[in-house]
């Protein structure tokens, strides 16, 4: 079932005197529990795609769909009431507030949802305690780790079980043991709740943890690749030949 139909997307910048065109009509769809990667070279659009896909940035045409609701027209007040309820967002830079402990942190799409004490309580015990974080309840940002930090931001995209989480570069400040920690949770997660994430990145292992990755060059879809029932090295692998192909990936500022 698809979670997320997009069509013709088209996404310009500047005026009509200097007009970039960085989206040139890509169609996606994501289905329910997709594990979904976007690569591609400095430049691409991988991140353009990935910020109008979750609502971060308005299409300049075209259609996206989140569990056959339509977004793209919608006023900021109905968009904000629409991220609450169907949006999981996991930025590179975890994007914490320094003034709250790890769970408060975490607590905060709850908040915003009016949802009972009890039952946040409950919800914090759950995803805290998947991502190994629960410990580190009372703690603030400024005293704990890089790799812990980023599966806080983790836990709070997943606390209100949203339709889609969307994670840009979330590996890119960790280094590589915490990483892979991360990665291997959100394949967990991925796989245990059913859950649905489309994460861009340059990182050809962190790819090879999804089921699909999207290869994006110069603004449209260039190729695809399902990981099937081959092994994370295999699928890495091919990663790396669609790369080479592409002419390298780099990190996309």
């Known amino acids: 079932m698809a979670i997320l139909e997009a069509n ?3 996404k310009s910048f500047g005026n009509k005197f200097n007009k970039q065109e960085v989206l ?3 169609d996606i769809r994501v289905d329910k529990g997709e594990f979904v990667s976007i690569m591609g070279a400095s430049g691409s659009g991988k991140t353009t795609l990935l910020n109008v896909l979750s609502s971060i940035d308005k299409v300049s045409l075209g259609s ?13 007040k109905e968009l904000a009431e629409f991220r609450k309820h169907h949006l999981g967002f996991i930025f590179q830079e975890y994007n914490l507030l320094d003034t709250l402990t790890v769970k408060e942190n975490v607590l905060l799409p709850l908040s915003i949802k009016k949802v009972s004490k009890k039952d946040a309580n409950q919800r914090f015990q759950k995803i805290a305690t998947e991502l190994g974080i629960y410990e580190l309840k009372d703690k603030y940002p400024n005293q704990i780790s890089g790799g812990q930090k980023q599966r806080t931001s983790a836990a709070r995209a997943f606390i209100h079980d949203p339709s889609i989480i969307f994670a840009d570069e979330p590996t ?5 043991k915490s990483a892979s920690d991360l990665l291997n949770k959100l394949s967990e997660l991925n796989l245990k709740i059913d859950s649905t994430i489309i994460m861009v990145t340059h990182d050809p292992v962190a790819a090879s943890y999804c089921s699909r990755v999207v290869f994006i060059k ?3 879809i260039y190729t695809q690749l399902n990981k099937g029932e081959q092994s994370r090295q295999a699928f890495f692998n091919d990663i790396i030949k669609t790369q ?3 002419g390298g990936v780099q990190n996309e500022h």
């Open 218 to 220: 110069d603004g449209q």
């Open 64 to 76: 996206i769909k989140i569990e056959g609701k339509e977004f793209t027209g919608m006023k900021e």
């Open 172 to 176: 890119g400040a960790l280094d590589s």
């Open 244 to 246: 080479g192909v592409l």
């Open 8 to 10: 013709q997307i088209h």
């Open 24 to 26: 040139k009509g890509i």
